[in-house]
């Protein structure tokens, strides 16, 4: 058996939850069973090379010099734990690699904020992936191989959201990981990929449960498992709802959908290329590894459940057009959708009347600024912001019930099985 596992950075936060992942592995190890494991960045540690990136960018020095050693500190502390502080590992000297490459990368005058961007926030799963693979090699004889993702999961120039070349990304990764997974399981990072001059890219934010889909596809993996905090899928956050419901299996189809509207178990782009090759995905609990979790395949959605979704970190953007008489000389709502690409800013919810447009998306000042500048001479554009978008999807009368009379509702749409309703927080 081949098996594909993603551990998240709740899964690989601190040294207790290392050592886990670590116990999670043993059984399959012991079966012989062959493994690629992906690692995100351990813990908040995203989040901190965000805010070093940014303190970079605005030449804020004290912050920048104050985050970068949080950063070192953080993972240094963890390596002591796992390692005994036994300083002379190879393990530090990475660490003491990635820290100085992070600070001279943070220095770099590169002028594209998204290209500089994804040098940066790279080092994060770098960084994880080198302290968890030497951890593995110490527990299981050696039998962890280290691999750099970049070299794998290649991608096009589009920064922040890399898109695979599929078929050049199969080549590479069948003639080189096969070979090696007959004898070793292999680790490698969630979230990045690289380009064919030998450039970092991410696949989005989150995007690890996607790389995880990637090596699944290529290997034509039996399955791929990714381990959360949680038991499985539920059809709402229970620290929304209460006494939300355990999905046992899921279709592809609905999978694909939840994730589209929102539902942060699952990265969207995960479930086509399982589905293409007919991989099934499981969400199991890495806190109580031994409960089954939820199954998506080409399976019958079971229990039949209303799914609540909420998505935080949302933005209203309103456009009415200055000059009424242009509304009839070109398709306007053509014009907005092609100025929206162009800034990759992604349609929520779209209501139309016939001389405005309300469109609900997630929270980006330096996109929503770029794109209020790139309309100025046609459009009136307002911002509302801190808002929430909330789906239901398969509703039921007594779900509906719930959501149709909120009093802080700005915009609600409904059609057969599916109520969205942008309420402020």
Known sequence: MLHVFKFGGASVKDAPAVRNVSAILRSFIDKKDKLVIVVSAMGKTTNHLEDIFKAAKSKQEDKFKQILKEIEDFHYALADELF???????????????????????????????????????????????????YLKKQHDDKCLWIDARRFVQTNERWREGQIDWEWSEQLIRAELLPMLEQRFVLTQGFIGGTIGGKTTTLGREGSDFTAAVFAYCLQADGVTIWKDVSGILNADPKRIKNPHLFKQINYSDAAEM???????????????????????????????????????????????????????????????????????????????????????????????????????????????????????????????????????????????????????????????????????
């Open 84 to 134: 005994d502080g036994e300083r002379e590992k190879i393990v530090y000297k990475i660490l003491q690699k990635y820290i100085f490459q992070l600070e001279a990368t943070l220095k770099d005058d590169e002028p594209n904020w998204d290209k500089h961007y994804d040098q940066v926030i790279c080092f994060g799963e770098l960084m994880s992936s080198a302290i968890v693979s030497e």
């Open 259 to 425: 994730t589209y509207y929102g539902a942060t178990v699952i990265h969207p782009k995960t479930i086509r290329p399982l589905a293409a090759k007919g991989i099934s995905l499981y969400v199991r609990s890495f806190v109580n590894a031994e409960i089954e979790g939820t199954k998506i395949g080409n399976v019958t959605t079971s229990p039949s459940l209303p799914s609540i979704i909420v998505k935080g970190t949302q933005s209203m953007l309103m456009f009415k057009a200055k000059d009424l008489a242009a509304i009839n000389e070109r398709n306007q709502l053509a014009y907005i959708h092609s100025e929206l690409n162009r800034h990759n800013i992604k349609i929520n919810l779209l209501q139309v009347s016939a001389t405005s447009f309300s469109v609900c998306t997630d929270n980006d000042e330096r996109k929503l600024a770029a794109l209020k500048e790139s309309l100025n001479n046609d459009f009136e554009l307002s911002v509302l912001n801190n808002l929430e978008l909330i789906t239901v999807k398969n509703y039921d009368s007594k779900t509906l019930n719930n959501f149709t009379n909120l009093g802080n509702a700005i915009i609600a749409q409904r059609s057969e099985d599916v109520f969205q309703v942008v309420v402020r927080k």
